[in-house]
T-cell receptor, first 114, second 112 residues
Framework: AQSVAQPEDQVNVAEGNPLTVKCTYSVSGNPYLFWYVQYPNRGLQFLLKYITGDNLVKGSYGFEAEFNKSQTSFHLKKPSALVSDSALYFCAVRLSFQGGKLIFGQGTELSVKP | EAQVTQNPRYLITVTGKKLTVTCSQNMNHEYMSWYRQDPGLGLRQIYYSMNVEVTDKGDVPEGYKVSRKEKRNFPLILESPSPNQTSLYFC???????????FGNGTRLTVT
């Protein structure tokens, strides 16, 4: 079955430290990968995506993600965390270029403390 | 302002009483989709639409209906809601190709 997993329900980081939010996927064919962020009482906002090409993708608010085909992972990273980065983060995969099915991970709550 | 608008934001209803959650986008997007968000389960796709009059099931379509008669609107219909449909619902849209989704602000539905 095709799936996306975020192995950590919660990640705690001190402000100024680097952060990583993990995502692994299991899909047939080439994956199209996304990261979204959700702030309280809001819809999800797009951070970045990987379609093809360079394995390191840069996105909004200083976030980046590294695509690793051999490990089927797409971890979200930021060199220096801010308190305002505290939110719920979702990894997602679209199964084909023409198709509309989208699978989300279960989400990771990021907490950045001063 | 480019946006996806869902209504209502909050809805409390009783088992079996038909309801519709509306979704409208003003970006002329072809693709629209509905998701439900439940703790520990992330977002699960209910239905999606690649264009007008073209809809398809996502992972959890049971108990839901959709229609896409116009490009801008994609209502979600629960003909006989049950308590297990209590959830936070999101509508989203995007242009063609592998484009990011634009999400509405959500509808919190409680079915008693």
């Amino acid at each position: 079955a095709q799936s996306v997993a975020q192995p950590e329900d919660q990640v705690n980081v001190a402000e100024g430290n680097p952060l990583t939010v993990k995502c692994t996927y299991s899909v047939s064919g080439n994956p199209y990968l996304f990261w979204y962020v959700q702030y309280p009482n809001r819809g999800l906002q797009f951070l970045l995506k990987y379609i093809t090409g360079d394995n390191l993708v840069k996105g909004s608010y200083g976030f980046e993600a590294e695509f690793n085909k051999s490990q089927t992972s797409f971890h979200l990273k930021k060199p220096s965390a801010l308190v305002s980065d505290s939110a719920l983060y979702f990894c997602a995969v679209r199964l084909s270029f023409q198709g509309g099915k989208l699978i989300f991970g279960q989400g990771t709550e990021l907490s950045v403390k001063p | 302002e480019a946006q996806v608008t869902q209504n209502p934001r909050y809805l409390i209803t009783v088992t079996g009483k038909k309801l519709t959650v509306t979704c409208s986008q003003n970006m002329n997007h072809e693709y629209m989709s509905w998701y439900r968000q439940d703790p520990g389960l992330g977002l699960r796709q209910i239905y999606y639409s690649m264009n007008v009059e073209v809809t398809d099931k996502g992972d959890v379509p049971e108990g839901y209906k959709v229609s896409r008669k116009e490009k801008r609107n994609f209502p979600l219909i629960l003909e006989s809601p049950s308590p297990n449909q209590t959830s936070l619902y999101f509508c989203a849209s995007s242009p063609p190709g592998i484009a990011p989704l634009h999400f509405g602000n959500g509808t919190r539905l409680t079915v008693t």
